[in-house]
């Protein structure tokens, strides 16, 4: 079955940079959309970018040009890196399937990440 591991989360002050990863398993990870969302605290849990199984990406408006989504399919793995953090990045960071029909049902345990002002 599917299995995705995320990692990398931290503590970070504002302005400084972290590098999400995302080990996945248990199904063809090359042919996959994949995706990270995001998790604030009270908050439901939103996308915040996408990449297609050819590297084509995608972001959402909040995250746009200080985030960069990528993908080695040898490695069977997802990265965000993060740059510019703000304290509204503040959040517990998954991978899933970055689909038109939505993520899997199944969920990692997220990478926590903390941005202090």
């Known amino acids: 079955q599917v299995q995705l591991v995320e990692s990398g989360g931290g503590l970070v002050q504002a302005g400084g940079s972290l590098r999400l990863s995302c080990a996945a398993s248990?199904?063809?990870?090359?042919?996959?959309?994949m995706g990270w969302y995001r998790q604030a605290p009270g908050k439901q849990r939103e996308l915040v970018a996408t990449?297609?199984?050819?590297?084509?990406?995608n972001y959402t408006d909040p995250v746009k040009g200080r985030f960069t989504i990528s993908r080695d399919n040898a490695r069977n793995t997802v990265y965000l890196q993060m740059n510019s953090l703000k304290p509204e990045d503040t959040a517990v960071y998954y991978c899933?399937?970055?689909?038109?029909?939505?993520?899997?049902?199944?969920w990692g345990q997220g990478t926590q990440v903390t941005v202090s002002s």
């Open positions: 899933n399937r970055g689909t038109p029909s939505g993520p899997w049902e199944y």
């Open positions: 248990g199904y063809i990870f090359r042919f996959i959309p």
């Open positions: 990449i297609t199984s050819g590297g084509r990406s």
